[in-house]
């Protein structure tokens, strides 16, 4: 029935609107009250209780989202997939209390593979009678999690990690390759759990399992500039974020291992995502490609000064010509940061390697010449950039 008043014509939309706010609350009290049931009662309840308990939670959340399955207005499939993320999560309670009692599922990681393997089949069940972005999310995200468990009980941290960062991948190859449902949730999920399986894996095997994560990142990244799908702006963004995340997370513990035995290698792998970053911007396919390309720039530099950690002329002479090479690079209209980066690293490297090869008193007075002359010609350079882009 049309409501007609002094402002216009309005249709019935105030009664749904109540009632799925209703169903957000009643589902989040119900999930929450269960939790804290649990915490603080659950030892005290027989098996068959505790089956009875989760079980009924389950079913219930689970058949009311069954009822308004056929609907497809957006705030009904919202409702529906809230209510069979909750009834997930019962699903998660009754797999534990089954995987205690009789699978011997006490203790990590076996513990965890009985929910996952739950939550997977509760998910999968959901997402095949109707698919939902959020039974999408809670499905693969049990998958990685169940096979990380199972490798770890099997094999051990290192294995369970390069499995995830194996499957993890092969989900980013599906998104931006097969015609899989919202590619960038696809490919999302996949790259996370890539980065996360590497990282994973570091903590049986170090080294490899750093140079695995920032690999991965700066694959992503690269994928950003290659990717040609259905819906490729989404996907670039999330990879992008992603990316950059994982280079946060995975470069610096890199430099703190390898910089003392093997810097020059850190420090090639530090310029190799730098000039990732760099390119990236440059093609304007990154987001903020001025600021990208600035921060890659930056990123080489670094990359460029930790291989100086084993080997000081190296360092002196690779960190000189990046440097000259970001300065020719930040001539192109927008990119004047890619020279100010470029020519505060000439104003560190080429001192550097004065003091390297010149050992003694003398070379003070050559260190000052060489400084004074770079910085001015950093001030003509800077003012000629700017009287261009005028």
């Known amino acids: 029935m049309t409501v007609i008043s002094g402002t216009g014509v309005r249709g019935p939309r105030r009664t749904p609107v109540v009632a799925e706010a209703l169903s957000y609350v009643g589902g989040t009290l119900g999930i929450v009250g269960l939790i804290l049931?649990?915490?603080?009662?659950?030892?005290?309840?027989?098996?068959?209780?505790?089956?009875?308990?989760?079980?009924?939670?389950?079913?219930?959340?689970?058949?009311?989202?069954?009822?308004?399955?056929?609907?497809?207005h957006r705030p009904a499939i919202r409702l529906r997939e809230f209510l069979w993320v909750v009834a997930t999560g019962c699903v998660g309670v009754f797999a534990s209390v089954i995987g205690a009692e009789w699978l011997d599922a006490g203790e990590d990681p076996r513990r965890v593979l009985v929910v996952a393997v739950g939550v997977a089949l509760a998910s999968g069940l959901m997402w095949w009678w109707r698919s939902g972005v959020a039974q999408e999310i809670t499905g693969l995200g049990a998958v990685l999690v169940a096979t990380a468990?199972?490798?770890?009980?099997?094999?051990?941290?290192?294995?369970?990690?390069?499995?995830?960062?194996?499957?993890?991948?092969?989900?980013?190859?599906?998104?931006?390759?097969?015609?899989?449902?919202?590619?960038?949730?696809?490919?999302?999920?996949?790259?996370?759990?890539?980065?996360?399986?590497?990282?994973?894996?570091?903590?049986?095997?170090?080294?490899?399992?750093?140079?695995?994560?920032?690999?991965?990142?700066?694959?992503?990244?690269?994928?950003?500039?290659?990717?040609?799908?259905?819906?490729?702006?989404?996907?670039?963004?999330?990879?992008?974020?992603?990316?950059?995340?994982?280079?946060?997370?995975?470069?610096?513990?890199?430099?703190?291992?390898?910089?003392d035995q093997a810097g020059v290698n850190t420090g090639l792998v530090v310029v190799i995502c730098g000039v990732l970053l760099a390119y990236g911007g440059y093609s304007d396919l990154a987001i903020g490609g001025a600021a990208t390309t600035a921060i890659g720039a930056v990123t080489i530099l670094a990359g460029a000064a930790i291989t100086g950690a084993e080997s000081p002329g190296f360092a002196t002479i690779f960190g000189t010509v990046l440097a000259a090479l970001l300065v020719l690079g930040g001539t192109t209209p927008g990119h004047v940061l890619v020279s100010a980066a470029g020519l505060a690293g000439l104003v560190a490297f080429v001192p550097w390697g004065v003091v390297h090869f010149f050992p003694g008193e003398d070379r003070v007075p050559l260190v000052v010449f060489i400084v004074g002359v770079l910085i001015t010609g950093s001030g003509l350079l800077l003012r000629r950039l700017a009287r261009r882009r005028a």
């Open 149 to 259: 468990a199972a490798a770890q009980e099997l094999w051990g941290t290192g294995v369970a990690g390069t499995t995830v960062w194996f499957l993890g991948g092969a989900v980013v190859w599906l998104a931006v390759t097969a015609p899989v449902p919202v590619p960038w949730l696809t490919g999302s999920l996949g790259a996370i759990g890539a980065i996360v399986g590497a990282l994973y894996a570091a903590d049986e095997w170090t080294g490899p399992g750093l140079i695995g994560a920032v690999l991965t990142a700066a694959a992503l990244l690269w994928i950003v500039l290659l990717v040609e799908a259905p819906g490729e702006g989404p996907i670039r963004l999330a990879f992008s974020i992603i990316g950059i995340a994982g280079l946060v997370q995975s470069v610096p513990p890199a430099i703190v291992y390898f910089a």
């Open 37 to 72: 049931f649990a915490v603080r009662s659950w030892d005290d309840f027989t098996v068959l209780t505790r089956l009875v308990i989760s079980g009924f939670a389950a079913g219930a959340f689970g058949v009311g989202g069954l009822a308004i399955s056929d609907d497809s």
